[in-house]
């Protein structure tokens, strides 16, 4: 596995699902004025967990699962944020994606992180609020 910017994601040196990613690095990335990437920098300055995985789906298919997904939770009540603009930014984007998911250190939210195949970019967040258990 390679990326282009190596010195902010790196493989995880543990085998596993996910990329290495610095916190630091990640926050740097979460710097849109958003509702949904104030809240996911926010989760995770408060030792909310995070992974960013291997792999890099296409934009398009992803606009798609994102699209049923904000039907569904429309359908059913769940609070999101910022859902709806990031499945129109998802099929606007032509590349693959990276995937990553930040979930607040209360298990409230769980955010969604679209970016760029090389990590360097935020294309999207989006939060969905988490039923109580």
């Known amino acids: 596995m390679w990326l282009l910017y190596p010195a ?7 085998g596993g699902w996910g990329w290495r990613v610095e916190r630091e690095l990640l926050e740097r990335l979460l710097v849109g004025d958003d509702e949904a990437s104030v809240a996911a920098l926010a989760a995770l300055r408060c030792g909310g967990s995070y992974v960013i995985w ?3 789906p296409a934009a398009e298919s992803l606009a798609h699962i994102y699209a049923r997904r904000l039907r569904h939770t429309r359908r059913r009540g769940i609070e999101t944020t910022n859902l709806a603009h990031a499945v129109d930014l998802l ?35 989006t939060g969905v609020r988490r039923p109580h258990v």
């Open 54 to 56: 291997d792999g890099t």
């Open 91 to 125: 099929g606007r984007h032509q590349h693959p994606v990276r995937l990553g998911q930040i979930r607040a250190a209360d298990s409230a939210w769980t955010f969604m992180l679209f970016l760029t195949e090389d990590g360097s970019r935020l294309i999207a967040c």
């Open 8 to 14: 902010l994601v790196q493989q995880n040196p543990g």
